[in-house]
């Protein structure tokens, strides 16, 4: 067999940059490989093409109304914080929060000091004791959410060595479907009222037809479409006497209930009425970075105390191997990233805290402003707002030209026992005034 010489094709400076950075490391590798090659059969677009495409978004962004993004753009202040983390290395070279925040790390390049204080800031917050607190800041509330389930999975199983149950209802979050089905459980599909909230005499004839299986039930505090909230105290009534591990997925609501009126609402740790002393709500909460707070990236809180923390660690070690990094680090993910929790850390001083409680009163009041403004102008529309810790209303869909200007999300709700296309809005701070006047506006138009 004769083997011809590969010869390589050389080709000149402007002829390289010419090329996309996909194809020119195929073309620097592989020297033969022409253009028409199969690999790169498909039309290649150029970063100027790709940065072109978008060019103002940043004008159109205070029009998203339909999810729930603050698309406020932080602070001058936020930015020179991430200049000054850029200094001492982060974003220069690898740093990795690998491990148990709360536990010595052998690898020293990490910003576990920002996660600590962080996880103790908004503990506090929300209630944790100082010192029975653990926790970490997560990729993204579906991640904090799993965290929560598979802790919640654990400890549940190694005290009664039968699996649990997941209690939830059909408002949750997608989410928690999808980690239902990565963990395995069984799904018990709770009722609910009238206003999406968990219907809790329901919970209790589930559980009731479940005797023999431990209880782990999400409790949505704002559902995804409706903003209804699950009653804590409900749920804790009904869970009196049974074994039980309740996880709230608080991940938009969580950001600003505790800088309104409503604070109570999120408490872990309260006063008993008989005895008086302090007895936890919930085993764990998860709550979104990047929603209520504006901070502009995927990531999420994830908190439970410390007694839990070492119940599920007990198990987890029996999975996970400590000798490569000298310590079990009790989280799924493995490598972590270092950098979102110094970043948001700017979101927990002081002043971040005066600017949320501003923000979270605008939102509240804009919110009842747009629901009188569509309840008096569109009552067709037949909205709703399922309570007064709600930035959400929602009503009968409108013209596509105003579902797709301000990126409405669209569902079915069941009305007289047929299924209806609504829309909601959600209310977040950069919805001004102004903007939602520019929306009810747009509302009364007829299409075309």
């Known amino acids: 067999m004769i083997v011809q010489e590969m010869k390589p094709i050389l080709m000149n400076r ?44 940043s004008q159109q962004k205070n029009l998203l109304l339909g999810y729930p993004i603050n698309m406020t753009t932080p602070s001058e202040e936020f930015f020179a914080w991430r200049k000054e983390l850029f ?75 039968e699996m649990p149950k997941i209690y939830f209802t059909k408002e949750a979050h997608y989410s928690i479907q999808i980690l239902r089905d990565l963990l395995n459980l069984e799904w018990v599909v709770v009722g609910t009222n009238h206003d999406g909230s968990m219907d809790t005499d329901d919970l209790e004839r589930q559980m009731n037809a479940n ?30 006497g049974r074994t039980s591990y309740l996880h709230l997925d608080a991940a938009l609501f969580g950001g600003y209930l505790p800088h309104t009126q409503f604070a109570a ?52 070690g029996h999975i996970h191997d400590p000798e490569y990094i000298l310590q079990i680090p009790g989280t799924i993910t493995c490598s972590r990233d270092a950098v979102k929790p110094a970043e948001f850390y700017f979101f927990s001083s002081e002043s971040a805290f005066s600017k949320q409680v501003a923000d979270a009163k605008s939102m509240l009041d804009n919110t009842t402003y747009l629901f009188k403004e569509v309840v008096a102008h569109y009552d067709y529309l037949q909205p ?11 009503f009968r869909k409108p013209s596509d030209t105003v579902v797709n200007r301000y990126s409405l999300a669209a569902m079915g709700v069941e009305i007289d026992k047929e299924r209806v296309p609504y829309v909601h809005v ?5 919805a001004s005034k102004e903007i939602l006047d520019r929306f009810l506006t747009d509302l009364g138009k007829k299409e075309g």
Not at 36 to 53: F, I, V, Y
Not at 426 to 430: C, D, N, Q, Y
């Open 87 to 161: 200094a001492v290395g982060l974003n220069q070279f690898s740093f990795n929060n690998v491990g148990n925040p709360y536990a010595h790390s052998h690898i020293p390049f990490n910003g576990h000091l920002f996660e600590r204080e962080l996880i103790n800031r908004f503990g506090a917050v929300y209630g944790f004791s100082q010192d029975n607190i653990w926790g970490f800041l997560s990729n993204s509330g579906t991640d904090s959410n799993m965290h929560g389930l598979y802790m919640g999975r654990t400890i549940l199983k190694s005290q009664t060595g």
């Open 384 to 394: 709703m707002r399922a309570n007064r810790q709600s930035n959400t209303i929602y």
């Open 14 to 57: 402007r002829q390289f940059l010419g090329l996309s950075s996909a194809t020119a490391l195929v073309a620097t590798c592989y020297p033969n490989i022409t253009l028409g090659h199969a690999l790169l059969s498909h039309p290649q677009q150029s970063s100027a093409e790709m940065l072109k495409s978008m060019q103002g978004l």
């Open 211 to 240: 005797p023999n299986h431990p209880a782990l039930v999400v409790a949505t505090i704002g559902t995804t479409f409706k903003g209804a909230v699950d009653s804590i105290e409900g749920i804790r009534a009904k869970l009196t």
């Open 426 to 430: 959600v209310v977040m701070p950069h």
């Open 265 to 316: 609402e999120l408490l872990h740790e309260v006063p008993d009425e008989g005895t008086g002393r302090k007895v936890n709500r919930y085993d764990s909460i998860a709550v979104s970075c990047h929603k209520f707070f504006g901070f502009p990236a995927p990531a999420g809180l994830f908190i439970t105390t410390r007694a839990n923390f070492e119940t599920f660690l007990t198990q987890f």
